[in-house]
C-alpha cells in the first residue's frame, strides 16, 4: 500500500514538472524579427489609410495581416515595448519600415 502511494506521488510530480515545462514552452515563443515586424508595421499602416473611415473594415483587415503573418497583438506591442528600451534597434527597425513603404510607392508607379 506504501509503495503505491509513494509511486502514486512520483507520477504526479511528475506530472506537474511535466505540466510546468510545457506551459514555459508555449511562453517562450521565438521573438518577433525586425524584418517581420516592419511587414506587418507597413500592411497595417497602409490598411489604415485605405481603412480610415470604416472602423469595422480596420478591424477585419487587422486581424487578416495579423493572421496572414502568424503574429498577435501582443506581440507586436511586446516588440515595440523592447524597441523602446534600444534607440538604436529602433533606427534599424525605421529603416527596414521606411525601404518597405518605398518599395510600396514604387509599384504603384
Known sequence: MKKDKKLLMI?????CILVFLWLVVLRSSPEL???????VYV????A???????T???EAEKRRIFEEA???QDEIDAFVKRCNQEPDRWARVWKKIVGKLE????DLK
Open 43 to 46: 500592411q497595417l499602416s497602409i
Open 56 to 58: 469595422i473594415q480596420l
Open 103 to 106: 518599395e510600396k510607392r514604387q
Open 33 to 39: 524579427s525586425e524584418e517581420k515586424f516592419a511587414d
Open 70 to 72: 502568424g503574429v498577435t
Open 48 to 54: 489604415k489609410e485605405i481603412f480610415a473611415a470604416d
Open 11 to 15: 507520477g504526479g510530480l511528475i506530472l
